[in-house]
Every structure is written in structure tokens, then in C-alpha cells.
């Protein structure tokens, strides 16, 4: 663990930080849409950039309100941690809606573990119960792509 993961920042910088890391989830699935030539592949990851886009949103309108708004999970969403079974890789013109999913599943929990770190950087301080809320709503996230994966992959037969 860095020096990093133990400081907690002001809301506004934390904001920033926290659309940053949207921003380059976004960036990621937007290089991949134009590589990967597979519709269902596309599909998955159009509709994962557009969460990510959804996410920067609502980021930046704090920034404008002071605070992030709406009602958000009290606790964190159960999920199957299929990122430590499916492989971590850059996706090439022929990759299928497997692999579309599992890349996003694996950016999915990048930024699980981001919110977690400002989570426990800020122990103690108002900001831990924000990143916790924005950890449990991304935790969500996680499990919707991980069921779709189930659903579509690890369907027994």
C-alpha cells in the first residue's frame, strides 16, 4: 500500500479524482469500440461506456452542488469475483461478447478498488460514507456484468 491510499481529501478534490477515474473507464471502452469488430461485443462495451459517462455525470454535478445527490445503496452488493478467474487483456478485432464482458468486469473492479482505498484513506471522516455509497452503487454495477457473464457463459449443460 502507497502513501496515497491513507489520505483523505477535500470533497472537491476527491470529486475530481473520483471523474478522472470515470473519464479514463470511458477512454478504455471507447479505444476497445473501435477495435472489436463483434456486434454483441460492441454492444457490452457501448452500454459499459455509457455507465461510465452516466457516473462522470452525476460526479460533476457535485462539484457543481456540493454534494452527490440522490439515494445511494447502503451496503455493497455481493458479487462472484470473476475477475480472478477470467484473464486480464486488451481486446483485438475478433474478440466476442465473452471477452468484451470480461474486460469489463475486470474495469468494473479497478474502480471498486478505487473507491474502496478513498473509502479507507478517509476512515473516520465525512468522506469515507461517500466513497462507501459510490463503492456499494459501482459494487452493483459489478454484479449486473458478472450475472450477464453467468447467464451467457457459466451456464451449466
Known sequence: MNNDDQVCYTFEAAIEMAVQMEEEGFRHYLKALRIVKDKA???ILRDAAFDELEHKHQLEKALIEGEVAGEGM???????NLDYVLGKKELGPRADAREALAFAIHLEKGSLDFYRRMSQGCAGAPMAKLFD????????????L???????????N
Do not use: C, G, W
Open 41 to 43: 461485443a460492441k454492444e
Open 74 to 80: 447502503d451496503r455493497p452488493v455481493p458479487t462472484m
Open 133 to 144: 455509497r459510490i463503492y456499494n452503487d459501482e459494487s452493483r454495477h459489478l454484479q449486473e
Open 146 to 156: 458478472e450475472d450477464l457473464y453467468e447467464e451467457h457463459f457459466l451456464t451449466e
